[in-house]
């Protein structure tokens, strides 16, 4: 896609996001937090991230697709680093771990190929003391699955719900499309990392 096309399409979702994060994160809260959001696609999140956390440069958005990565060299992302979720190799901890719409189903996978209880698990050798784990969700499926990982980690799950806000799916356009963001999970790393 013609790259002007795709910051004209994807405008109407950003600026619904932006009220997303005023929704659920208390502005001023946090300060510079260190802020991995993986699964990023091309880094569309990095201005109005950088925007509500005061200008953080301590963001790492993380995606293993070239082609997001020749997206995001264009958009002039500073934030973009291409990596594996299933092999992460990152210094230090966070603030906060995004996920936006993150495919969160099985995919008909037996439970040992199913990597996403392993994937949350590796999440809290990643966040400080009361870090928060932020995910989204376009399904109900996604959504229930999600937290029954979660809980089943002992991470403590503070927000799980229908999103008040409706985020438009930049690139699905028909009425039946899911709309991005549809459901919220917040989550504190588990008690073990409290100490
Ligand atoms: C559904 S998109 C979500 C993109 C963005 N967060 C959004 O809300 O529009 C999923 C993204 O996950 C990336 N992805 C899938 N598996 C991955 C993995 N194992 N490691 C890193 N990125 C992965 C894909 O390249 C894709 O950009």
């Not at 959504?143 to 029954?148: D, G, N, T, V, Y």
């Not at 008040?164 to 963001?181: G, H, L, M, Q, Y």
């Amino acid at each position: 896609m013609d790259f002007k096309i795709y910051l004209k399409e994807t405008k109407e979702e950003q600026k619904a996001f932006s009220e997303v994060l005023t929704h659920y994160f208390e502005r001023g809260k946090y300060k510079n937090p260190r802020i991995l959001n993986f699964l990023c696609g091309t880094a569309n999140d990095e201005p109005f991230l950088m925007h509500y956390f005061h200008g953080t440069t301590r963001l790492i958005s993380l995606d293993n697709c070239k082609h997001s990565e020749r997206f995001a060299k264009k958009l002039k992302r500073k934030s973009f680093r291409r990596g594996d979720l299933l092999e992460l190799k990152l210094q230090g901890k966070f603030d906060l771990i995004i996920g936006r719409n993150i495919p969160l189903n099985s995919n008909g996978h037996s439970p040992e190929q199913d990597y996403w209880p392993k994937v949350f698990n590796n999440f809290t050798n990643y966040m400080k003391k009361n870090a928060k784990l932020f995910l989204t969700l376009t399904k109900e499926e996604e959504f229930l699955r999600a937290k029954k990982i979660l809980e089943g980690l002992n991470y403590k799950i503070i927000v799980k719900e229908k999103n008040k806000i409706r985020v438009p799916n930049s690139f699905i356009k028909t009425p039946e499309a899911d709309p991005k963001d549809y459901y919220v999970l917040i989550a504190e790393a588990p008690e073990k990392l409290s100490s």
